[in-house]
């Protein structure tokens, strides 16, 4: 199994700026695409941003491109998304992802992970 733990989430005002964090862990081969979605109340979950293994190539949803970051080390399998001037538009859970190879009892295989979510709350 792949654990995934998102931090850095909280309340900030209008105009203000967080940086989210996820760290995978477990019985990992490798770690393929990255990414980071998510669901304000009453709306679907939907992408934020991705990012590819390399880092060389990365996928941001319109109404974040030109506020947000996405970036990952893959030494420590850590992702992170910096998020400036935010608005309220982007109060939400945010959810880590992460697909990629595993190691478990029947050998090595495929995995899509979720972390449990981070609040992003943004006052106006």
């Known amino acids: 199994q792949v654990q995934l733990v998102e931090s850095g989430g909280g309340l900030v005002q209008a105009g203000g700026s967080l940086r989210l964090s996820c760290v995978a862990s477990?019985?990992?081969?490798?770690?393929?695409?990255m990414g980071w979605y998510r669901q304000a109340p009453g709306k679907q979950r939907e992408l934020v941003a991705d990012?590819?293994?390399?880092?060389?190539?990365?996928n941001y949803a319109d109404s974040v491109m030109g506020r947000c970051t996405i970036s990952r080390d893959n030494a420590k399998n850590t992702l992170n998304l910096q998020m400036n001037s935010l608005t309220p538009d982007d109060t939400a859970v945010y959810y880590c992802?992460?697909?990629?190879?595993?190691?478990?009892?029947?050998?090595?295989?495929?995995?899509?992970?979720w972390g449990q979510g981070t609040q992003v709350t943004v006052s106006s």
């Open positions: 992802n992460a697909r990629g190879l595993g190691y478990s009892s029947a050998g090595i295989g495929p995995f899509d992970s």
């Open positions: 990012i590819t293994s390399g880092g060389g190539s990365t």
């Open positions: 477990g019985l990992i081969s490798r770690v393929n695409t």
